[in-house]
């Protein structure tokens, strides 16, 4: 037996469930999990003596539909590896986008909020680049928060987490310059839309909104972000990509100034920003 032998032979498994090249990367995303081995090794035909049991025991949870960054327990943001699992979102590469915004527009020393904190990737990865800023993450999720607090824990990340909802009316919250979310905002009617590897295993709580109240949390931040953002504030939204022009116009109605709908990488609208004008009372 060797590996590229094995290598063809999930691949064909997987292509039942994913397209080809990323049945490709799956495969090759166990290997270097389980084996040690990169494409090269693949391609130089190693031998293997045996299938390690826990290699198939994730090609077996892989076939079943189980998201490999769960069967992994980690996902990739920003160049770094965050724990993730069941009732954490995964974390995707448009919040990447969202992070590197705010790193190219904002420096200096300020108070950062993020709301719906999950796995913690935002407020670490901000923590961690933007040395000067003091972060905080919410989230109402007990289990989301202790996966944020271990993934702050391994890179030494300072920042404080809230158990909260932002739904809640009054969160008591401290003055901030920024606050930033990714919250749920996929439609009821969209699960026909999206992979079934996502409805079973991700939870549900971060990811969808009511059909007839799409913009549910956008407007809870927004009025915390009137009432807890520093005048002239930043407040950050990744949005849903049918949904930029009702963001700006909420947001413009709230009172924020300067609200921008930004594009990403794929051409989708992706992020709507803007500063709060309310002056202090």
């Given at each position: 037996?060797?590996?590229?032998?094995?290598?063809?032979?999930?691949?064909?498994?997987?292509?039942?469930?994913?397209?080809?090249?990323?049945?490709?990367?799956?495969?090759?995303?166990?290997?270097?999990?389980?084996?040690s081995?990169?494409?090269?090794?693949?391609l130089?035909?190693?031998p293997?003596?045996?299938?390690?049991?826990?290699?198939?025991?994730?090609?077996?949870?892989?076939?079943?539909?189980?998201?490999?960054?769960?069967?992994?327990?980690?996902?990739?943001?920003?160049?770094?590896?965050?724990r993730?699992?069941?009732?954490?979102?995964i974390?995707?590469?448009?919040?990447?986008e969202l992070?590197?915004?705010?790193?190219?527009?904002?420096?200096?020393?300020?108070?950062?909020?993020?709301?719906?904190?999950?796995s913690?990737?935002?407020?670490?990865?901000?923590?961690?680049?933007?040395?000067?800023?003091e972060?905080?993450?919410?989230?109402?999720?007990?289990?989301?928060?202790?996966?944020?607090?271990?993934?702050?824990?391994k890179?030494?990340?300072?920042?404080?987490?809230?158990?909260?909802?932002?739904?809640?009316?009054?969160?008591?919250?401290?003055?901030?310059?920024l606050?930033?979310?990714?919250?749920?905002y996929?439609?009821?009617?969209?699960?026909?839309?999206?992979?079934?590897?996502?409805?079973?295993?991700?939870?549900?709580?971060?990811?969808?909104?009511?059909?007839?109240?799409?913009?549910r949390?956008?407007k809870?931040i927004?009025?915390?972000?009137?009432?807890?953002?520093?005048?002239?504030?930043?407040?950050?939204?990744?949005?849903?990509?049918?949904?930029?022009?009702?963001?700006?116009?909420m947001?413009?109605?709230?009172?924020?100034g300067?609200v921008?709908?930004v594009?990403d990488?794929?051409?989708?609208?992706?992020?709507?920003?803007g500063q709060v004008?309310?002056?202090e009372?």
């Amino acid at each position: 037996m060797n590996l590229r032998e094995v290598y063809k032979a999930y691949v064909s498994q997987l292509i039942s469930l994913y397209p080809d090249t990323e049945a490709r990367s799956l495969v090759m995303w166990l290997f270097e999990a389980y084996l040690s081995v990169d494409r090269k090794d693949v391609l130089n035909n190693q031998p293997i003596l045996q299938i390690p049991e826990d290699l198939q025991n994730a090609m077996n949870k892989l076939m079943a539909g189980e998201p490999i960054q769960y069967i992994l327990e980690k996902a990739p943001f920003y160049g770094r590896e965050f724990r993730v699992g069941p009732g954490v979102l995964i974390p995707r590469n448009e919040t990447e986008e969202l992070v590197q915004l705010i790193l190219q527009n904002h420096k200096g020393k300020m108070k950062v909020l993020d709301l719906g904190t999950g796995s913690g990737c935002i407020a670490i990865t901000l923590a961690l680049e933007w040395a000067e800023a003091e972060v905080s993450g919410l989230d109402i999720s007990e289990q989301a928060l202790a996966v944020a607090n271990e993934n702050a824990a391994k890179y030494a990340a300072k920042l404080n987490f809230i158990k909260a909802d932002v739904l809640q009316k009054d969160l008591n919250l401290e003055k901030f310059d920024l606050m930033v979310s990714n919250p749920p905002y996929v439609l009821e009617k969209e699960r026909t839309l999206m992979q079934a590897n996502v409805l079973k295993h991700e939870p549900e709580l971060a990811l969808f909104v009511p059909d007839e109240d799409p913009l549910r949390f956008y407007k809870a931040i927004c009025l915390h972000a009137k009432e807890s953002l520093h005048p002239n504030g930043f407040l950050f939204f990744e949005i849903n990509e049918a949904f930029g022009p009702e963001v700006v116009s909420m947001m413009n109605s709230e009172g924020f100034g300067e609200v921008r709908l930004v594009q990403d990488i794929n051409g989708k609208d992706r992020i709507v920003y803007g500063q709060v004008q309310q002056t202090e009372s």
